[in-house]
């Protein structure tokens, strides 16, 4: 056993050299075992234009040579002060005028309620606490996004408070209607993600309109968590860029520095950023790496090299492909039942029978095949980095294909 105690890993699988990674670069991460795999996870929805883009890098290191540590705690710098202007200019300036740090998704996310209920709490509306998620979201597993992530993952264990929490089905409007007409005036915020990272399903666009309707009706803020979905994962740069009307909060992380820093942001509406403004009012949210040098400098190469890659053209055109590809793995595996998602977001879904607590050998099987696959809800989520070519979309499908077999063979229980 080593010193390292890793996140959500099984003690039983801990130290071991085929789970230790080495080095990575472009679409492939090396282990202590020697050998090299095929990421179709993009390194946990993180590296969307793939490893060791020189571009990024360069811009981290000269940001450390340059400025260190400089915080936006009591302070501003000025590559805080860039950062946000570029996100706010991708995310549409028209719309959005103000953009808060953070480290994570998860930390985020408490950002996002404390914001939403200060909010209300400016405008005499201080009742408003109550935060409404989707039931199967993921939101971190911070304390506050932990609480509000829509599955059970044991929040009660570690005494979680959800009571100013409620949670509904994602794409039944009657159920949050339901909701909001027995509680819509305590609601702060409804906070969704386009795509549910668990079960890689797209929020409908009925689901959405009825969402934005409810928001005229009730006046909580709807926010996009966009930690999954963000910087081209879905088909465009943001996936709530596809919605009627925008949200009024969105929520970017992972691709935000292709997983070169601990970073996030909180990407604020116009009238919401007025509403503090106007009341010389202040966020009591702060975090000590929270829009430092490194990680400004490093959202700015990414948004630099997204350009430069035309990552966003290209993850249409990938999408395309996977489209035929998964719609063939259907069609001709009898473990395979279905397909979800968006974009470059997608889970294989198994066969009725197939036992949920197999999964994880699945992705062994995968593994060994020489592709690493995310374990998802009913089967295996695919999250290629946006710059895959079409000869390493061939090696991916043929290592699914090799490992579902090898997993045929393994379990001759599991009926076609």
Not at 63 to 86: C, H
Not at 89 to 100: I, K, M, P, S, T
Not at 108 to 114: E, F, I, L, R
Not at 374 to 385: S, V
Request: hydrophobic letters at 45%; a negative charge.
């Amino acid at each position: 056993m080593t010193a390292l105690w890793p996140s959500l890993l099984a003690p039983g699988m801990q130290g071991r050299d085929e789970l230790c990674a080495v080095s990575a670069d472009g679409v492939r991460v090396r282990f202590a075992d020697g050998r090299e795999l095929l990421d179709a996870s993009s390194g946990l929805w993180n590296t969307n234009l793939g490893y060791g883009n020189r571009a990024i890098a360069r811009a981290a290191a000269e940001a450390l040579e340059k400025a260190s540590y400089l915080s936006v705690f009591r302070y501003e710098n000025v590559y805080a002060r860039q950062a946000a202007q570029a996100l706010v200019e991708v995310c549409g300036a028209d719309h959005y005028g103000r953009v808060l740090f953070s480290t994570s998704g998860g930390a985020a996310n408490d950002m996002v309620m404390k914001l939403a209920r200060q909010y209300h709490a400016i405008r005499g509306a201080g009742r408003r606490k109550l935060i409404v998620g989707l039931r199967g979201g993921y939101h971190g597993l911070t304390f506050g996004g932990f609480a509000l992530t829509g599955e059970d993952l044991g929040q009660q264990v570690y005494g979680v408070d959800q009571r100013l929490v409620r949670h509904v089905a994602p794409n039944d409007p009657a159920e949050i209607a339901a909701l909001l007409r027995r509680q819509g005036d305590q609601v702060a915020a409804v906070v969704v993600e386009p795509v549910l990272g668990t079960g890689a399903v797209p929020l409908t666009d009925e689901y959405l309109s009825a969402l934005l309707e409810l928001r005229d009706e009730y006046g909580f803020l709807l926010v996009a968590d966009e930690v999954a979905t963000g910087f081209g994962r879905t088909g465009t740069y943001f996936a709530s860029q596809t919605w009627r009307r925008p949200p009024d909060l969105l929520i970017a992380s992972k691709g935000l520095t292709n997983g070169t820093s601990a970073a996030a942001a909180v990407v604020v509406s116009r009238p919401v950023a007025a509403t503090f403004h106007d009341a010389g009012a202040v966020l009591s949210h702060a975090e000590t790496q929270a829009g430092t040098p490194v990680a400004c400098a490093t959202i700015l190469a990414t948004i630099s090299e997204m350009r430069r890659l035309e990552a966003v053209a290209r993850a249409s055109r990938l999408s395309a492909l996977l489209d035929i590809e998964l719609d063939t793995l259907v069609a001709e595996h009898p473990l395979v039942d279905a397909t979800t998602g968006a974009g470059c977001f997608r889970s294989v879904r198994l066969v009725a029978s197939f036992p949920q607590a197999h999964v994880p050998q699945l992705t062994a099987a995968i593994r060994a095949a020489g592709a690493i696959v995310h374990p998802g809800l009913n089967g295996i989520q695919l999250i290629p980095a946006l710059t895959y070519t079409r000869a390493e979309l061939d090696e991916l499908m043929t290592a699914i294909r090799a490992g579902l077999d090898a997993y045929s063979t393994a379990h001759q229980e599991i009926p076609a």
